[in-house]
């Protein structure tokens, strides 16, 4: 059965929490709930992380290969800095969607850079939690096309 991965960075956690002018009020797990459904009307099975942790990240994105057909990758602020989240998702050559809850090109200058992007199939932002089900969608038709 296709695996789908779904890893989510720094302060993701916090949605639906703290600054719902900002981000909203569904929170991850609303999102963790509305990804499964979606992963499930495909008939695919969906793993749904979040850390806040760089290093850890690495470490979840190294251990998707074998495990895993596809990540979806939202990685907060670490989009904008990581180098080291870049690499980890070219060493296991699996096909990464950058995903966005914010459209960054329509926020801060600095949101605008990412190195995720660099290595990533696609980019999906600016459509709040509904992204999540959209990068599904993607990834699955993604795969099927490369079948
Ligand atoms: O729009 C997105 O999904 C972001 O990845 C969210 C990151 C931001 O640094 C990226 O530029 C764009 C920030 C996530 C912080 O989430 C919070 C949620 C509630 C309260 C505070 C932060």
């Given at each position: 059965?296709?695996?789908?991965?779904i890893?989510?960075?720094?302060?993701?956690?916090?949605?639906?929490?703290?600054?719902?002018?900002?981000?909203?009020?569904?929170?991850?797990?609303?999102?963790?709930?509305?990804?499964?459904?979606?992963?499930?009307?495909?008939?695919v099975g969906?793993e749904f992380?979040q850390?806040?942790?760089?290093?850890?990240?690495?470490?979840?994105?190294?251990?998707?290969?074998?495990?895993?057909?596809?990540?979806?990758?939202?990685?907060?602020?670490?989009?904008?800095?990581?180098?080291?989240?870049?690499?980890?998702?070219?060493?296991?050559?699996?096909p990464?969607?950058?995903?966005?809850l914010?459209?960054?090109?329509?926020?801060?200058?600095?949101?605008?850079?990412?190195y995720v992007?660099?290595?990533?199939?696609?980019?999906?932002?600016g459509?709040?939690?509904?992204?999540?089900?959209?990068?599904?969608?993607?990834?699955v038709?993604?795969?099927?096309?490369s079948?």
């Amino acid at each position: 059965m296709t695996s789908l991965l779904i890893l989510n960075g720094p302060n993701l956690n916090l949605l639906g929490q703290r600054q719902p002018e900002v981000y909203g009020t569904t929170t991850l797990s609303d999102i963790e709930a509305m990804s499964q459904a979606k992963a499930a009307s495909f008939s695919v099975g969906l793993e749904f992380k979040q850390s806040n942790s760089e290093g850890e990240m690495v470490d979840i994105i190294h251990a998707a290969k074998g495990q895993h057909d596809g990540i979806i990758l939202n990685a907060g602020a670490y989009t904008h800095t990581s180098i080291a989240l870049m690499d980890a998702v070219s060493s296991v050559e699996l096909p990464v969607i950058e995903l966005h809850l914010s459209n960054i090109h329509a926020r801060e200058e600095f949101r605008h850079k990412s190195y995720v992007a660099k290595v990533a199939v696609g980019v999906i932002c600016g459509f709040g939690a509904v992204g999540y089900e959209l990068a599904v969608e993607a990834m699955v038709r993604h795969l099927r096309a490369s079948e």
